[in-house]
């Protein structure tokens, strides 16, 4: 069984929250922008921005597969629920728990890109770029971390671990 060790406390994720909240609140003051979260990881990170925004946004959830069961990526992505709401003319922020190998979210902002939004922009929780395969534009960075497999604040490993309030590392048990 994997035990989690704690990588960034829940303190520093707050904090952090609020900087980047401060941030994108600078950007995006009277454009009443259209967040996208990337399901199912996502939804921890951006309930939390969107209360500490405190500025008039949209947000719209959108579903996209790349993992089965375990630690790796298929490789294949899967648009599991498209977007249903205009996006032509908005200005569209995509909320992200974690940048990895960089395939899916590609596959996204691609999608989303030929829907002609007035701007795409991406914001993530988490980035490791040790793993990246492609480069993908990131615009807002709450962490940088390393490469290890990470649970907590909404990821998972097989839909177990996202309750945890830190950001952890699995440390396999014998």
């Known amino acids: 069984m994997d035990k989690p060790r704690v990588l960034i406390h829940r303190e520093e994720i707050e904090k952090k929250v609020a900087e980047l909240a401060d941030e994108l609140r600078r950007d995006y003051q009277d454009k009443h922008p259209l967040l996208i979260g990337a399901l199912k990881g996502s939804f921890v990170f951006m309930s939390d921005l969107i209360r500490k925004l405190n500025i008039p946004v949209e947000i719209y959830f959108i579903m996209l597969s790349s ?4 630690r790796e990526t298929s490789g294949k992505i ?3 629920q498209r977007v249903k709401t205009p996006i032509r003319g908005r200005h569209v922020l ?3 728990d974690i940048v990895d190998r960089g395939l899916t979210l590609s596959f996204l902002l691609d999608y989303l890109g030929r829907r002609k939004p007035s701007s795409l922009k991406l914001c993530t929780m988490f980035d490791k770029p040790s793993r990246r395969v492609v480069e993908i534009p990131i615009d807002y960075v709450g962490f940088t971390i390393p490469d ?3 649970v907590g604040y909404g990821l998972d490993l097989d839909e177990k671990f996202r309750y945890l309030p830190d950001l952890c590392v699995l440390e396999e048990q014998e």
Not at 67 to 70: D, K, V
């Open 78 to 80: 899967k648009l599991l």
């Open 148 to 150: 290890a497999f990470v």
């Open 67 to 70: 993992y089965g069961a375990g």
């Open 94 to 96: 995509v909320i992200e």
